[in-house]
């Protein structure tokens, strides 16, 4: 089968990581080919941060739980299975994963959320297709405004927070996540 087909079908999720480093070559030939994206008018306008550090990484997945469990309680009808596992202290949103990879835009760019994310895809298919497992972490969101991670990691004031992604080798096999049907709405012939 043509193995682009076969890497986009057969990526998953992956939360369960070996302690293994991830060499530096790898880490930035996948924030290259990342980079490599679709972008707006090729701005160009993303920018990569890179965690290795499991201490740090525990520091920052605590802090955004704290957060990120604020905001549910606070809603009309918080979801229980969030609170759950935000709660839970031994859930690290990372999964002890040995890479975070953190993505950024600067001002220039002029769809930073398809940007980021267009090139959160190709990180994690090239990945993949290299046997990392990888993960996008919504929970990392609150990163993004907390001042101690961005002084941490030298984030420029003017850098929006895109996305946040896992990197590692898997522990174990992960089953592959079925799909429903395609929607299609329209067809005009
Ligand atoms: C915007 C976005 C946010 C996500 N946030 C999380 C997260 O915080 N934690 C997590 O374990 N998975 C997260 N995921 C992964 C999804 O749960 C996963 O892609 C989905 O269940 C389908 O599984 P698959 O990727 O294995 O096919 C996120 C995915 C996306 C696109």
Same mark, same amino acid.
């Given at each position: ?18 302690? *293994?480093? +991830?060499?530096?070559?790898v880490? /930035? #030939?996948?924030?290259?080919?990342? $980079?490599?994206? %679709? ?13 290795e ?5 525990k ?14 309680k ?5 979801? *229980?299975? +969030?609170?759950?596992?935000?709660? /839970? #202290?031994?859930?690290?949103?990372? $999964?002890?994963? %040995?890479?975070?990879i953190?993505?950024f835009?600067?001002p220039?760019g ?6 980021g ?14 046997g ?19 002084k941490?990691m ?23 996540k ?12």
């Amino acid at each position: 089968m043509n193995q682009v087909i076969e890497n986009i079908n057969t990526r998953v999720s992956v939360r369960d990581y070996k302690d *293994e480093k +991830v060499s530096d070559e790898v880490i /930035n #030939e996948l924030l290259k080919l990342g $980079f490599r994206a %679709p972008n707006a008018m090729n701005r160009q306008s993303l920018a990569f941060a890179v965690v290795e550090n499991k201490e740090k990484a525990k520091e920052y997945s605590d802090r955004a739980k704290t957060f990120r469990l604020d905001v549910e309680k606070m809603k009309i009808k918080p979801n *229980e299975r +969030v609170i759950n596992m935000l709660s /839970n #202290e031994d859930y690290n949103i990372f $999964f002890n994963s %040995p890479v975070q990879i953190f993505i950024f835009s600067s001002p220039k760019g002029i769809a930073p959320i398809e940007d980021g994310s267009l090139a959160a895809e190709n990180i994690m298919l090239a990945a993949h297709s290299m046997g990392y497992g990888t993960c996008f972490v919504g929970f990392a969101q609150s990163l993004g405004q907390d001042p101690l991670f961005r002084k941490d990691m030298d984030i420029p004031e003017d850098h929006s927070y895109i996305a946040a992604l896992t990197l590692g080798r898997p522990a174990k096999d992960t089953p592959i996540k079925s799909r429903k049907d395609v929607n299609i709405l329209g067809w005009i012939r």
